[in-house]
């Protein structure tokens, strides 16, 4: 990841700018450093790193507030005295491939209340999970792929754009 590394040497560059190698400084340096990066992403060849940041934090603000929405949800499912669970089980077709991203896959899941995951199948391309308190089994489908979307966003690179020669 050449972004990355690039961002870090300009951490380094500004802690010895500072005169002061601290962690207070390397994150600033670190910060500074991704601005430089962001703002010149195609001159300095890094337009994939800061893509895939920004999806990264933008995946990481989708979560939040699905993670809390889903503890409100349930909270308010356990509080009720005859609650509506429709519990069931889907089965979810994928396009994320890896170990890594399909377990990242299932750990998101798996922490949002309301959801489990069960498994794969055999070709990893099925995710089956069980969950309760969805509409229907819709709506709990179109919540998984909506995870996986947005992780697709973060793991998949995009290819850069065609370069223009003058």
């Known amino acids: 990841m050449r972004g990355f590394t690039l961002n870090l040497l300009l951490a380094v560059v500004w802690a010895l700018f500072a005169g ?6 390397l994150l600033i340096g670190f910060a500074l450093g991704f601005a430089i990066l962001a703002l010149f992403p195609w001159a300095l060849g890094t337009g994939e790193y800061v893509r895939r940041v920004f999806a990264g934090l933008s995946f990481l603000g989708f979560f939040l507030r699905e993670l809390t929405a889903a ?6 499912l356990a509080l009720r005295p005859r609650p ?3 519990p069931m089980i889907v089965a979810v077709p ?3 491939r890896g170990d890594g991203a399909l377990t ?3 750990a998101v899941i798996g922490l949002t209340p309301g959801s489990l995951v069960l498994g794969f199948s055999p070709d990893r391309r099925v995710l089956y999970a069980h969950v309760i308190g969805a509409p229907s089994a819709e709506s709990a489908h179109a919540s998984i792929l ?6 697709l966003r973060v793991a998949s690179p995009h290819p850069a754009p065609p370069e223009v020669h003058p």
């Open 20 to 25: 002061e190698v601290s962690t207070r400084e």
């Open 71 to 76: 503890n409100v949800h349930v909270a308010l």
């Open 84 to 86: 509506e669970l429709h």
């Open 94 to 96: 994928l396009r994320l």
């Open 104 to 106: 990242f896959l299932a």
């Open 146 to 151: 909506e995870v996986e979307e947005r992780l």
